[in-house]
């Protein structure tokens, strides 16, 4: 304080500003800066040796409508509600590109589909990794969904909390997850679970994959309206082709030809 008081007295009472260069210029880039990848290989002129992330893992959940039809208070009612019954990812790395699945018939599914996805991400941090290993990177794993910071976010949230993994960021908005970091306590891998849609415009899947992933999206037909929480255990169980009446949606009032 006394310092501060001396100073004042030079100045009578002023406030001084005084505007300090830096020796050299900085460029404004915090895109490149705030990547410590980006960073190291931009200061070192190695700018030639950046290569995007090529591995990852995808995920997908369906669900099935449970209607309860129960009163909470006066003025509130809830009709139904979604439950989570299949979780399945895609999993690329420098091998190929391969699948699993888990399923509501199997004892706390999410966890085991958490478990394989940790054990997958392993290979794909390697195969990430640059060649030169003093370069330096964030080794998280992203885990793609697709439309997902709403709905499907929601089904795995409480299972990203557990004695074996725990959530170490969490970036939102409101009720949307942008994204969310998840550590495994033993063995340190980090997943970064994210909606593809953050990389570009609202847009369908099928646009989606034409458009980024230069490809043609062939998906099967899945008998959505005819699986319910009444018969989910016995048909999911049947080895036969399911009838084609199936596949007829009820809410569209479509068929399937």
């Known amino acids: 304080m006394k310092r501060h008081m001396e100073k004042c007295k030079k100045n009578n009472g002023k406030i001084v ?19 410590i990848t980006n960073k190291y290989l931009f200061v070192n002129n190695r700018e030639i040796e950046f290569k995007p992330i090529e591995y990852n893992i995808t995920n997908d ?5 449970k209607f309860i039809q129960q009163n909470y208070g006066e003025d ?6 979604f439950i989570a019954y299949c979780i399945a990812s895609t999993v ?18 999410l966890d085991q589909w958490l478990n394989q996805v940790f054990e997958e991400a392993k290979q794909i941090k390697k195969d990430n990794k640059y060649e030169d290993e003093s370069i330096p ?6 885990v793609f969904g697709f439309h997902s910071t709403k709905f499907d976010v929601s089904f795995v949230f409480k299972n990203l909390k557990s004695k074996n993994w725990r959530i170490i960021k969490h970036i ?6 942008k994204q969310i ?14 909606d593809a849609q953050i990389y570009c415009t609202k847009m369908t899947l099928k646009s989606f994959v034409r458009d980024i992933g230069g ?12 699986i319910n929480i009444n018969n989910y255990a016995t048909e999911l169980d049947k080895s036969e082709p399911f009838p084609g009446e199936a596949f007829n949606n009820k809410l569209k009032n479509k068929s399937i030809s």
């Open 17 to 35: 500003k005084k505007v300090i260069l830096a020796k050299f210029a900085r460029p404004f880039v915090p895109h490149i800066l705030n990547n």
């Open 61 to 65: 959940i369906e669900t099935f409508e």
């Open 76 to 81: 509130s009612t809830v009709i139904s509600y």
């Open 92 to 109: 690329k790395n420098k091998s190929g590109i391969h699948s699993f699945c888990y399923d509501i018939r199997q004892a706390d599914f």
């Open 137 to 142: 990177q964030h080794f998280e794993v992203s």
């Open 172 to 177: 939102d908005s409101g009720t949307v997850a």
């Open 181 to 194: 970091i998840v550590r495994h306590k033993v063995t340190h891998i980090q997943l970064r679970f994210v």
């Open 215 to 226: 490809g043609t999206m062939q998906k099967g037909r899945f008998p959505y309206e005819y």
